[in-house]
C-alpha cells in the first residue's frame, strides 16, 4: 500500500473516532455534565480534526500540487497554487 493509502486510510479511522467523540459530547450535553469537561472534549475533537486537516493538506501539496508543478500545463500550476494560497488565507 502506498504513503498516500495509507495516510488516507489513517484519516478515515481518526474520523470515525472524531465521530464517535461528537457523540459523546452530545450524551454528555445531554446530561448536563460540568461545562469544563464538555470544553476537554471539544478541544479533544478539534486537535484530531486539525491533524487530519494535516495530513489531507501533506496528500494534497505531495501530490496534486507536485504534479501541478511538474506538468508543463501553466494554467493548472497557477490554479492549484491559487487554490492553495485561497484555503491557507481562510483561517
Known sequence: MTNRMNRRTASLKRLTRIEGQVRGL??????????????IQMKAISAALKKVEGELLKDHVDHCLADAIASDD??????????????????
Open 74 to 91: 501553466v494554467t493548472e500550476r497557477e490554479t492549484k497554487v491559487a487554490e492553495l494560497v485561497d484555503l491557507l488565507s481562510k483561517r
Open 26 to 39: 452530545q450524551k454528555m450535553i445531554e446530561d448536563d455534565r460540568y461545562c469544563v469537561d464538555i470544553l
